[in-house]
Structure formats: C-alpha cells, structure tokens
C-alpha cells in the first residue's frame, strides 16, 4: 500500500523557517514526481511545489525564492524548507503522489505562522 507521512509542522513567528519533511513507501519513489500541496483556513487545495522524478522542480509564484523543495531518493523522502515564512503561508500541508490513475496524500501537517 502507499503511504505517506509528513512531519514537521509547527508555530513560527513571520519571517522564520520550517522544513517539512515526507516519507513515502509502497511505490517505486525514484520514479515518481511528488507535490506539496497546502490548504489554508477557508480557501482551496492549492500545489506549492513540485519535483519530478529527473528532480526538475516548479513552484507556485507566491513560495519562488523562498521555499525549496528536494528529494533523497535513497531514503524515499521528499521534503520542503520553508524560509521567509509569512502570515500568508499559514495552512495544513499535505504530500501527495499520482501513482497510475489514484492520488495518494499523507496525512497533513500544520504550519502557522504567527507573532
């Protein structure tokens, strides 16, 4: 089965960081492209990054420049460092992987960023 489990959520004060941080198994990872996808308070499903399996990487216009999305295909983990971090960034994050025709998605990790 594939399972994904995200870690590394918390509070954190504007302009700090985060590194968030998935662990994926049931899938062959190497061959995966794998997302980061949040949702804030009151607002829709929304991709903050992407890295496909060459580990080519996109990211959504709001998070370029400050938040990095990487790869350890040795470990099959996948995970997001989060710098510069705003207000705006507050949200539930989730990673997610598109195996054949199903979206797999970990449990969700909050990130608030608050003084």
């Known amino acids: 089965d594939v399972q994904l489990q995200a870690s590394g959520g918390g509070l954190v004060q504007p302009g700090g960081s985060l590194r968030l941080s998935c662990a994926a198994s049931g899938f062959r990872f190497s061959s995966y492209a794998m997302s980061w996808l949040r949702q804030a308070p009151g607002k829709g499903l929304e991709t903050v990054a992407d890295?496909?399996?060459?580990?080519?990487?996109a990211y959504v216009d709001s998070v370029k420049g400050r938040f990095t999305i990487s790869r350890d295909n040795a470990k099959n983990t996948v995970d997001l460092q989060m710098n510069s971090l705003k207000s705006e960034d507050t949200a539930v994050y989730y990673c997610n992987v598109r195996v054949g025709w199903t979206n797999y998605w970990g449990q969700g990790t909050q990130v608030t960023v608050s003084s």
């Open positions: 890295i496909m399996n060459d580990g080519r990487t």
